[in-house]
């Protein structure tokens, strides 16, 4: 069975840094891409940055593009996100997602708070 659980999150002051962590398990992690989405308060889902299965290929949305980093550890089956200047706008539930053979799972999402 697959598992995506996020952890991390938190509040933080603007301009502050955290370090977002999604640990998978029950499937081949270091044979899969993986995605970063974010949802705010009363606005749909935001995806935020993902990275190929070896971890050479990155790419991000323009709003948080050369702020965060994506990255991953397969002898942890981790992802990452690390989040430097961020801003009120960054409040959101992060989530970790993997598409499978088609099918998305999810985490139960971490919530960073951007707030002074």
């Known amino acids: 069975e697959v598992h995506l659980v996020e952890s991390g999150g938190g509040l933080v002051q603007p301009g502050g840094s955290l370090r977002l962590s999604c640990a998978a398990s029950g499937f081949i992690f270091s044979s899969n891409a993986m995605n970063w989405v974010r949802q705010a308060p009363g606005k749909g889902r935001e995806w935020v940055a993902a990275?190929?299965?070896?971890?050479?290929?990155?790419s991000y949305a323009d709003s948080v593009k050369g702020r965060f980093t994506i990255s991953r550890a397969h002898d942890k089956n981790t992802v990452y996100l690390q989040m430097n200047s961020l801003k009120p706008e960054d409040t959101a539930v992060y989530y970790c997602?993997?598409?499978?053979?088609?099918?998305?799972?999810w985490g139960q999402g971490t919530q960073v708070t951007v707030s002074s």
């Open positions: 990275i190929n299965s070896g971890g050479g290929s990155t």
């Open positions: 997602n993997a598409n499978l053979s088609s099918r998305n799972y």
